[in-house]
């Protein structure tokens, strides 16, 4: 007998038609003889609604009370989809995390797992129940009630496949897979059969929404094999694994884009240690994320500094750099939120040379200009003007083989 | 400095302004220099609509599920005011019921409250905090989440103020007291200043709806005074208390009536030993709650044998008796359900003779016929037919001095 966990999104258990549907698919891997622990999500949009409510109250909610209100959305699912597996005469129970024993740090509103003490879980299953675990939330040493951020019901899962030793954590979602690109974006895109912890975990970070990106982390340090697929149909979705030898071995698995960032440069600062500290410090302790950072040689005794800050925190670091620039004696502070950042990924890049001078040549030859360029062991990352990122990428796509017949 | 129990109905948190309403309420009792225990119920029609969830999924919901689903409701209103009065800059906590330590049988439903260990309220309140908890919900010895029944958060209210030897537990209701009668039948009603618990239990068990008969057992067992009062208004309202000695002495201290219940009459019953077993065990076999039984004194050598259930309950009853009556050789079964039950209630009975004289003439003089006959030792309630009810509470209220000028 496996041990099969199975989570379902939003959109999955959107209404009770829906939930009755993820009912016959649960109970058709029970019948199969394996042992089943579902992981759910709230009903799309009922986690918005809470936070709505909570901002009609004050704009600035408590965390403890918010992630008490939040953690509402997945108990009804968990109840509802529980009862319709007993109405359909099988053992179901519903665990909310305190109960199934989601052992987090008290961060609230993004608690990190600790440790899951799945006794009960398995007593449970062992007796031949299916059970129904209500994602996204945990509970502190003290009894307190987290919730593990967006996206959490996926840690909650590859957590619980952890601590359970499952054969597999299925993520059920409202796309059938992961592709080679974004397929809105790139109509030659193809659904990818396996991509290892570490392609995915750039693919996440670089906005590819399937997997919290934490899950990611999760499964590739206990190895848990995540199969992402779609709940409305019967296909095979894609296989996030360890990097295997029989792995497809194309230099590029994947090209993504994404526009949620802006580029601030400080231009003419002085050429002295500490400089960039002194620049980057302030937005650090505003609590902003500096994702790339470029710095020029200098020219003379200046150098210009550029980064990439998220969009939603552009202004206010624009305003801060303005009031460094003053202390240091920079010359200019310059900004753009009109970029996209366009990026390839893939673990053959490790084995492969010319991989960034393919991209920077494909890139020129669409006459797209390059104005800042990151790179790691797996990843390149260009950041370009907007208006370019969906030429961008499937330029790249094609030029990097990745293109279905 | 005095602990304050304050239960809040769903009517009194309906919406955030209302919440906000409350939680200035709540704070104006902490600035008064008291501890203060919140105790809160769903936003009105979310327990209906929670309900209607479940029965879209089954018709028959696993009772355990329900609960789980149903107690997201306090849940939700808990968090809100925690969040609402720490937005007001109290020190605030929401507890829900495993948290609050309300530790009950596992009746799902209609859990019977068996402990609360408050001290993780009582530390929380020593540390200056307000304590929201939620209520109707409690958990197991196994840790599952269990219900109290309708109107449960008020027993939830008087068992935590029991158990923190609260001086006084106040439910808010959107009615500001107990009146001599329901104020919508007779206009001359009066708002009660005390009412014993004595009194209250009969009248809860007659239909008045405001207090949960259980929360009225329960401050009566352990003398804990309960003011009824709107949360809309700044009024007193109606203290429920153990009888006192300067306690108003009206022979009967209300009037109420009540259209729930339907009369089966088994006629021509042969008269012999243990017939009314026979007649009445497959109603209780059924699950049904018989109220009022009569057996007229034998004519010959039958009997009539009559009884009151609820309406609900009334189509199945007769069948059952129309089965029995072949079984034991009755003559007929007749049934109507266009019954009504009124009664007067007041510790002063006990001590004064006649009551049920002038109840009876009371009735005749307006016509009234008198199909069936109950007493307690503080109450005395009659069988009308339906059409009557009106009349007779405002003639009996009228008769016995209770009519405000």
Redesign the interface.
């Known amino acids: 007998m496996g041990v099969i966990v199975q989570k379902y999104g939003g959109t999955s258990v959107a209404d ?1 038609d829906r ?2 549907n993820v009912a016959r698919r649960v109970a058709k891997a029970h019948d199969e003889g394996n042992a089943v622990v579902v992981i759910l999500s709230a009903m799309s949009g009922v986690t918005d609604n ?1 936070i709505r ?2 901002h ?3 704009e ?3 965390r ?3 992630d ?2 939040l ?2 959305g997945e ?2 699912t ?3 989809l ?3 597996l ?2 359909m005469n099988y053992r ?3 665990l ?1 995390g ?2 199934a024993e989601v052992l987090t740090d008290c961060d609230y509103g993004r608690a990190r797992i600790l440790d899951i003490g799945a006794d009960r879980i398995r007593r449970l299953v062992d007796a031949g129940n299916i059970v129904v675990v209500a994602g996204f939330q945990g509970c502190d040493l003290n ?3 987290t919730t593990l951020g967006r996206g959490g019901s996926d840690t909650s899962a590859v957590a619980i496949a952890t601590a359970l030793k499952a054969d597999v954590c299925e993520i059920y979602t409202d796309v059938d897979g992961i592709y080679t690109a974004d397929p809105n974006i790139c109509p030659k895109a193809r659904k990818m059969k396996k991509v290892s912890f570490e392609e995915m975990l750039e693919m996440a970070s670089l906005g590819a929404k399937v997997l919290q990106i934490r899950s990611v982390e999760f499964a590739k340090k206990y190895n848990v094999p995540i199969h992402v697929r779609s709940s409305f149909t019967e296909e095979e979705g894609t296989m996030v694994v360890n990097e295997e030898a029989d792995m497809e071995r194309l230099v590029v698995s994947g090209v993504t884009s994404s526009k949620n960032e802006a580029r601030i440069a400080v231009k003419g600062v002085p050429d002295q240690p500490g400089i960039a500290a002194k620049i980057l410090t302030p937005i650090a302790e505003a609590g902003i994320n500096v994702d790339m950072i470029v710095q020029s040689s200098p020219t003379g005794d200046t150098n210009d500094l550029a980064f990439t800050v998220p969009k939603t925190d552009y202004k206010r670091a624009m305003e801060i750099e303005r009031n460094v620039a003053r202390d240091i004696g920079a010359q200019d502070v310059r900004g753009d939120d009109s970029i996209a950042k366009v990026s390839v990924v893939g673990v053959g890049m490790k084995s492969h040379s010319g991989v960034a001078a393919k991209m920077f040549s494909t890139l020129a030859a669409e006459g797209i200009n390059i104005r800042m360029i990151s790179t790691s062991e797996i990843r390149i990352s260009c950041i370009i003007t907007d208006k370019y990122a969906e030429l961008a990428v499937r330029a790249l796509h094609s030029a990097f083989g990745l293109n279905s017949e």
Do not use: C, F, W, Y
């Open positions: 009770i939930i009755k809470l409510m909570a009609q109250v004050t600035d909610p408590a403890r009370e918010l008490v209100l953690a509402t108990q009804t968990a109840a509802l529980a009862m319709t007993i109405s179901a129970e519903s909310l305190h109960q009894g307190n009630i």
